[in-house]
């Protein structure tokens, strides 16, 4: 239901603030990725219960895929190995399918709570909080960890790679960057290729793959067969789908559901999913994230425009006329 090592896979990144679950329900409709993980859940003070489990993420309810039937895992931030396991199992218990763990995460907040990218600076402990939650989850349940290549010192992703794969990890998705790196190009994939060719459990590349030559590069550098796509799902929508026909493999099921994007980016076409999304959730905050993240790397005007409208209703009108008048 998640990855399987032989056969190929385009993966939804998650991405906190973005990819929540009224967007996870859209873009599951267009076939174009195999699962999605959800944004990071933190794991600090305390449990977190089965019932918040289900609040922020509502495919728990439908045997943890969105309604167009793309699975959802949970991922789990933190730094406590107990409170992870048991925060883990309360999500199988209302439903989860897979926990992923965050070791990428490099929010100075985030980091100073002990959770996310800080931990790759202690391979004993990334060992420890991974064999914790896999001893604890039922051994069907996938536990796998996202990654970034360090902290400050990307040559940490080698000895961090093995110590995750010791403690049992399913897979691991690397990050091609440090923590000190933040989101500054390039990303490196060539480590990530050598972490894959040493380990035995199947590697997921992830970063900067912008256009299907980024993917082909990609591919050549890592060896990988398993890629997550995160900031290029909003900014180049058709570009996971044109990866599947790379990698030779078919869109996924949709239940029936149909989504198509098309090549150029169409503003309209995104009013119109954002209207939907005003109606499960009225946020013009995370409206203008996305179209924030729909204008990276492109030459469009909207997102300086988008800034300074004060609502949902006008945001939408901006988009199509913008549209109109193209
Ligand atoms: C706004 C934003 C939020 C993110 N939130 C998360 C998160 O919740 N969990 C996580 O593991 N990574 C998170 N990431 C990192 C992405 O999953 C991904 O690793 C990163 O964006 C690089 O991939 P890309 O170049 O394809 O965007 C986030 C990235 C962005 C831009």
Known sequence: MFLNSKIPAVILAPMEGITDAPFREFISRTGYYDYCVSEFIRVSGTVLSPKMFRKHIPELLHESKTLAGTPVQIQLLGGDPERLAESALNAIEVGAMAIDLNFGCPAPTVNRHDGGATLLQYPDRLEKIIRTVRDRVPSHFPVSAKMRLGFADPEAVYENAKRLEQGGASWITIHGRTKTQGYIPPAYWKPIGKVRASLSIPVVAN???????????????????????????????TLAKKIREELGIPLCETNGQKFEFTEELNPGVWAEIFKEYAVVQPSEKRIKQWVRYLAQKRNVTWWESVKSLGSTQEILNYLRQFEEST
Not at 210 to 234: N, P, Q, V, Y
């Open 207 to 237: 970063g900067e793959i912008w256009t299907i030559e980024d993917f082909k590069k990609c591919r050549e550098e890592t060896g990988s067969i398993h890629f997550m796509i995160g900031r290029a799902a909003l900014a180049q929508p």
